[in-house]
């Protein structure tokens, strides 16, 4: 599998576009596991070419973690193009993402991000134009459709193709669905199996074990899958679904031994993304920034009475409360 100049492995994994969560320090951890591109959080075409400080803070990307997608989301075709030439011209990525798969209310109501979805003539001629605009490859990142009423992935992937974009990601649902329920990988099926279509297919959706990466790959025939929420508290899922998908290695999976990683060593990656954030952005911010990985890792899983001790984890403000914690945590995992 091709992007422009970039070449994949037979089974890629890719790390997807996720606000606050898919900062270099994360991706930096991704990308050791094995995610084989990583991308930046998401980036508002209008607050770029305004040059807000915060968003423009998000194109820093380095060497280190290439092939990495900058995504950018927005639907005015002038600010969209302008956009996409200050990303190429100033942070050099390997792909530029077009979201228009976003469902939250403040970004789809106001017709960007999955909201394009109910103008697709104007998707289209944002994409055409941002293609036009920049040498980098141009991606895509959508939904199926607007709601059940609308599911236009089929032709919508063929429109895109021919407005000159390098690959397509489809979500397996709708924006009607937002996170809920369960992705629907059929329709992705279907666009990927159209004769017409020969840009690499990326699935996503409800990725969450090695098993279900497997089954994506072979059952679908996509030619990549993006993983999101599952990355929460587990940058070393990379891992084990590339381990996993090894020829010959079928085995089932478990938090205690996949990956030859044991359960000590993952909460030392945890503590490490702690100090990475606390270093990057300050103590107090750095801990916010990480409790969501904190909350969702299904590392304490195991631990019997774990309530208690989970909101004195996601209440504790300083280092000195939270590293002897997670040190608790380790003796009770043992």
């Known amino acids: 599998m091709n992007i422009g100049n970039i070449t994949f492995g037979p089974h890629p994994v890719f790390l997807a576009p996720m606000e606050d969560v898919t900062d270099i320090g994360f991706r930096h951890l991704c990308k050791r596991f094995g995610a084989a591109m ?9 607050a770029l070419v305004r040059s807000v400080k915060s968003t423009v803070t998000k194109l820093q990307i380095d060497d280190s973690e290439r092939p990495v997608g900058i995504q950018i989301y927005g639907r005015d075709v002038p600010q969209m193009v302008e956009a996409a030439q200050i990303v190429e011209q100033q942070a050099h990525p390997d792909v530029i993402d077009l979201n228009f798969g976003c469902p939250v209310k403040k970004v789809a109501g106001k017709g960007a991000g999955a909201g394009m979805l109910q103008n697709i003539p104007l998707l289209l001629d944002i994409t055409r134009e941002v293609v036009k605009a920049v040498s980098t490859p141009v991606t895509v990142k959508t939904r199926l459709g607007w709601n059940q009423e609308q599911l236009v992935i089929t032709t919508l992937a063929e429109q895109l ?16 669905q937002m996170y809920t329920g369960e992705a629907d990988w059929t329709l992705i099926g279907e666009v990927k199996r159209n004769p017409r279509i020969h840009i690499p297919i990326i699935g996503n959706g409800d990725i969450t074990t090695p098993e279900q990466a497997r089954l994506a790959f072979e059952r679908y025939g996509v030619d990549a899958i993006m993983v999101g929420r599952a990355t929460f508290g587990r940058p070393w899922l990379f891992k084990e679904i590339n381990d996993y998908l090894e020829p010959g290695l079928k085995k089932p999976t478990d938090e205690g031994s996949i990956g030859g990683m044991s359960i000590g060593e993952k909460l030392d990656i945890l503590i490490e993304q702690l100090h990475i954030n606390v270093d990057r952005i300050g103590e107090y911010r750095g801990i916010l920034h990480t409790r969501r990985h904190l909350a969702a890792t299904p590392l304490f899983k195991g631990i019997p009475d774990f309530r208690q001790t989970r909101i004195a984890m996601l209440r504790a403000d300083t280092l000195d409360e939270l590293l002897p914690i997670l040190e608790q945590c380790r003796q009770r995992l043992q």
């Open 38 to 46: 990583v991308y930046t959080e998401f980036v508002s075409a209008e």
């Open 161 to 176: 193709q021919d407005c000159g974009i390098q690959a397509l990601t489809i979500h397996g649902r709708t924006r009607s």
